[in-house]
């Protein structure tokens, strides 16, 4: 492969990487990391050396962590069942395969859905309890996506200085 492609595709990975972050059915921020490797790789890790990819895998294994975590913790905020936290998780999921639609209803409804399972009640005060739930998960869902792009934005400035800054 030439330098040309290689580099090509080291920045083609970056930037779907990041248009991953917040576009279902990508994994941004491992997309990320796999081009930053590539350009390091192509430089002969002279600018971009273990500590930095250390680092930048640090920042990576955080934001999978923050995937699927984050609406299970909204859940939980607002005093979520262990199902309904399960819910969430599963909802998240499932939804990314959904598109956009799927990644904002997806906590919600597997969340509220959960909630449900673990009442095994249907009366008012259940579905309102679960409704508050089903919105705990997509807020934390919401706050994860911020998370992720901060994540995103952190790992091109590490790597961008590290790149330029000698």
Do not use: H
């Not at 309102?128 to 901060?150: D, Y």
């Amino acid at each position: 492969m030439g330098m040309t492609l290689l580099w090509a595709l080291a920045i083609f990975l970056i930037v779907v990487g990041f248009a991953g972050t917040v576009l279902p059915g990508l994994p941004g921020i491992p997309l990320m990391l796999l081009g930053m490797v590539v350009a390091a790789w192509i430089d002969d890790f002279t600018r971009i050396g273990a500590l930095v990819l250390v680092i930048l895998g640090v920042l990576t294994a955080l934001s999978i962590v923050i995937d699927f975590a984050a609406a299970a913790l909204g859940a939980r905020r607002v005093g979520a069942s262990r199902q309904a936290i399960m819910g969430a998780v599963a909802g998240a999921t499932v939804g990314m395969f959904f598109g956009l639609p799927g990644l904002i209803l997806g906590p919600f409804v597997g969340a509220v859905a959960g909630e449900l399972l673990a009442r095994r009640r249907m009366a008012r005060e259940d579905i309102t309890a679960a409704t508050k739930v089903g919105v705990g998960a997509w807020i934390g869902f919401a706050a994860g996506s911020v998370a992720r792009l901060a994540v995103a934005f952190t790992m091109l400035g590490v790597f961008g200085t590290a790149w330029f800054v000698e």
